[in-house]
């Protein structure tokens, strides 16, 4: 039963255009939402996170929106730069048991075209 | 960045060999992880600890062990390893469950 789907494998984006990455999760008890950033042979990075009294958090160019209702978290980067280009994973948190645990999504990987 | 190493970085063994790979923090966080990432998995909680001598079982521990006698270090054991254990595996680190993890930079092992 996945409890996080962030659907897009991949994304393209112009340099200097919005990136758009996204997460859906069916877990109501998530209550801290993360973004990391990963470049190949490195480890994930924490990028920015949201909890769930908000609804936006932003962090110079990155802003992450949350929408409880749609149980939806989305990562906005504008505008993008080459050196975004990585793999990005969103991650959940849940305020139950487990409550240690962060669950990730599969990635998106962007590639931001010069 | 957080004071984390991984240690080996990349190992090739066989299978049915015991396994053990290293973490080790400089920043004095209680809480130390280990992860496992698969393609078409994301990253995967195996154990965590929450202390010196006080672990507990994430999502994937069947056939994990783990051990911290040091609150700067963390160890996964593969007592026999498998095929299916092949992996990308990441520590990571955080000084309260509230805050975001930090991670390594990962252990390539590959079981033949």
């Known amino acids: 039963d996945q409890q996080v789907k962030q659907n897009s494998p991949s994304l393209s984006v112009q340099e200097g255009r919005i990136s758009i990455l996204n997460c859906d999760y069916t877990?109501?008890?998530?209550?801290?939402f993360l973004w990391y950033k990963k470049y190949p042979a490195e480890g994930p990075t924490f990028l920015i996170s949201i909890s769930s009294i908000k609804d936006k958090n932003e962090d110079g160019r990155f802003t992450v929106f949350l929408n409880k209702s749609a149980k939806h978290l989305s990562l906005h980067i504008v505008p993008s730069q080459p050196g975004d280009s990585a793999v990005y994973f969103c991650a959940f948190r849940s305020s139950g048991a487990g409550s240690y645990q962060l669950t990730f999504g599969k990635g998106t990987k962007l590639s931001v075209i010069p | 960045d957080a004071g984390i190493t991984q240690s080996p970085r990349h190992k090739v063994t066989e299978t049915g060999t015991p396994v053990t790979l290293r973490c080790h923090q400089t920043e004095n966080h209680r809480y130390m992880y280990w992860y496992r990432q698969d393609p078409g998995h994301g990253l995967r909680l195996i154990h965590y600890?929450?202390?010196?001598?006080?672990?507990d079982k994430g999502e994937v521990s069947d056939g994990y062990s783990v051990s911290r006698s040091k609150t700067e270090d963390f160890l996964l054991t593969l007592e026999s390893a498998t095929s299916s254990q092949t992996s990308v595996y990441f520590c990571?680190?955080?000084?309260?469950?509230?805050?975001?993890?930090?991670f390594g930079d990962g252990t390539r092992l590959s079981i033949l």
């Open positions: 990571a680190i955080s000084g309260d469950w509230g805050q975001p993890q930090h």
């Open positions: 600890s929450y202390g010196v001598k006080d672990t």
């Open positions: 877990n109501s008890m998530f209550d801290y």
